[in-house]
């Protein structure tokens, strides 16, 4: 089986700081890993993923990811928070097979100015 | 090129009524999976369905059913509605047979129950 715990429930940035949101996750595989993003009354949008390619993973906004076996961590950064990306983020970890999502609690981002 | 669709967008039930949510997976994908998320949660895996069956199944119970048509879309259906059913239902589809991991989701059903 597999799971992912999302250290934070809120995070708290100011506008043009750095974010950083924190996931450790088990697995009895290597696992693939995700980062969603959920705005307010909207659906779940992929800002990245992991399959085994390089452990620095890239991502739309801005946003980047490592991957770290060793600690069994994917973090989530970026450079500098913008107003927009105030939202839920989740970290999601797959299924052998990738039948199946299995999904952090969430964590809260609050950007202000 | 349209995403996943899903309708209806909000819908309010009675206690002990039924319901069915349908979702229209993107151009090109296959498999179809929905979640359920609850206020102030991540969502949960309900079930998973290609070639027009149930393929995998998370800890939901019977009352919770689906069906995948020939055209991929899906339905889900909740017999006997409890008032914890309210959620977001979340449909999430990727093509099966090709190395693109990532699932793409609707913006959800808001189910109320009352």
């Known amino acids: 089986a597999q799971s992912v715990t999302q250290l934070d429930s809120h995070v708290s940035v100011s506008e043009g700081t750095p974010v950083l949101l924190r996931c450790n996750y088990s697995?009895?595989?290597?696992?693939?890993l995700f980062w969603y993003v959920q705005h307010p009354n909207k659906g779940l949008q992929l800002l990245l993923k992991?399959?085994?390619?390089?452990?620095l993973v890239k991502g739309i906004n801005g946003f980047e990811a490592e991957f770290k076996k060793s600690e069994t961590s994917f973090h989530l950064t970026k450079p500098s928070a913008h107003m927009s990306d105030a939202a839920e983020y989740f970290c999601?970890?797959?299924?052998?097979?990738?039948?199946?999502?299995?999904f952090g609690k969430g964590t809260m981002l609050l950007v202000s100015p | 090129d349209a995403g996943v669709t899903q309708s209806p967008t909000h819908l309010i039930k009675t206690r002990g009524q039924q319901v069915t949510l349908r979702c229209s997976p993107k151009?090109?994908?296959?498999?179809v999976s929905w979640y359920q998320q609850a206020l102030g949660q991540g969502p949960q895996f309900i079930f998973q369905?290609?070639?027009?069956?149930?393929?995998q199944r998370g800890n939901f119970p019977d009352r919770f059913s689906g069906h995948q048509f020939p055209n991929y879309s899906s339905e889900l259906n909740v017999n006997a509605l409890l008032l914890g059913d309210s959620a977001l239902y979340l449909c999430?589809?990727?093509?099966?047979?090709?190395?693109?991991?990532?699932?793409?989701f609707g913006s959800g059903t808001r189910l109320t129950v009352v």
């Open positions: 999601v970890v797959t299924s052998r097979g990738y039948s199946t999502l299995t």
């Open positions: 992991y399959t085994s390619a390089a452990t």
């Open positions: 697995s009895s595989y290597s696992p693939s």
């Open positions: 369905y290609y070639e027009e069956e149930e393929r």
């Open positions: 999430a589809s990727r093509p099966r047979r090709r190395g693109d991991y990532g699932y793409t």
């Open positions: 151009s090109g994908h296959d498999t």
